[in-house]
Nanobody
Framework: QVQLVESGGGLVQAGDSLRLSCAASGRPSGRPVSSYTMGWFRQAPGKEREFVAGITWDGGRTHTADAVKGRFTISRDNTKSMVYLQMNSLKPEDTAVYYC???????????????????WGQGTQVTVSS
């Protein structure tokens, strides 16, 4: 059974920083979670879930959405089965529920659509006040 558990959300002011963590466990298709691309998505009230950042299995490549580029950084520690999202210079428009996700896609490019990720965490709320 694959389990993704996010933590680190909260209420902050504009300009503050937060680091989200995702603890991954299980063996999708018999392989450790460290074998898979991981991503962060977010969903604000009344909006569709959107891609924030993704990272390949070895951390060798990352891709960040234009809306957060230069402010957010994704990383992973496979020795701990953890994925992180460092969020700096937060803005009120970053307010959303943030989700960690795992993709078993074998394509080289980092998937950016939610339907390309098979496993999801329960989400953690990030609220940025102005």
């Amino acid at each position: 059974q694959v389990q993704l558990v996010e933590s680190g959300g909260g209420l902050v002011q504009a300009g503050d920083s937060l680091r989200l963590s995702c603890a991954a466990s299980g063996r999708p298709s018999g392989r450790p979670v460290s074998s898979y691309t991981m991503g962060w998505f977010r969903q604000a009230p009344g909006k569709e879930r959107e891609f924030v950042a993704g990272i390949t299995w070895d951390g060798g490549r990352t891709h960040t959405a234009d809306a957060v580029k230069g402010r957010f950084t994704i990383s992973r520690d496979n020795t701990k089965s953890m994925v992180y999202l460092q969020m700096n210079s937060l803005k009120p428009e970053d307010t959303a529920v943030y989700y960690c996700a795992l993709s078993s896609s074998l394509i080289v490019a980092i998937p950016i659509y939610a339907n390309e990720y098979e496993y999801w965490g329960q989400g953690t709320q990030v609220t940025v006040s102005s």
